[in-house]
């Protein structure tokens, strides 16, 4: 696991850690549906169907975190509107569009324990950590030692 839930004071948060920004991208969307799903969801979301998809958003023209709240976004509506529940992902990314090949299952059969409503800005934070830097721990989440990516992201529930 490359990410952890990070406590907030009303909602809930995620902190995610990967080795380039297309990774962070990835877990990212991995926290925000791991975070959705009852342990029994968790258990038996391997035996679903899975079918496969392009998604594609505009990224936000060099900007990780709008494309972060943008791709984020897009997972949510295709979770409740499209039912379709993101599993696993592979993402590129250029100037212009973020794609990404997903597999997904109807998200009719994904038992949830909590509904995120939303991907707020408030505490938002993407960036690349550098070699030997370290970014602390806070309750719960390990510290981080880069190269590599963070992602720290509050969800409205």
């Known amino acids: 696991m490359s990410w952890w839930v990070m406590p907030t004071t009303a909602d809930i948060g995620f902190r995610a850690f990967s080795d380039s920004a297309v990774g962070i991208l ?6 925000l549906q791991g975070i959705q799903l009852s342990d029994r969801g968790l258990e038996y979301l391997d035996g679903h169907i899975r079918h496969v998809s392009e998604w594609a958003i505009s990224a936000g023209s060099g900007d990780i975190e709008r494309t972060l ?3 984020l976004e897009e997972v949510l509506y295709n979770s409740y ?3 379709k529940w993101l599993v696993e992902s592979e993402i590129s990314l250029d100037e212009n569009y973020l794609r990404a090949q997903v597999l997904w ?3 009719r059969d994904v038992e ?3 509904e995120v409503k939303a991907v707020t800005l408030h505490d938002l934070l ?15 989440v390990p510290s981080f030692e ?3 990516w963070m ?5 409205d529930i």
């Not at 993407?126 to 719960?140: F, L």
């Open 105 to 107: 299952v109807d998200s």
């Open 146 to 148: 880069g190269p590599g």
């Open 26 to 31: 990835r877990e990212s969307a991995l926290a």
């Open 151 to 155: 992602a720290q992201v509050v969800l």
């Open 112 to 114: 949830l324990e909590i």
């Open 69 to 71: 709240v943008r791709w």
């Open 126 to 140: 993407v960036r690349e950590v550098n070699a030997e830097e370290i970014v602390d721990g806070i309750d719960g």
């Open 81 to 83: 509107v499209e039912e």
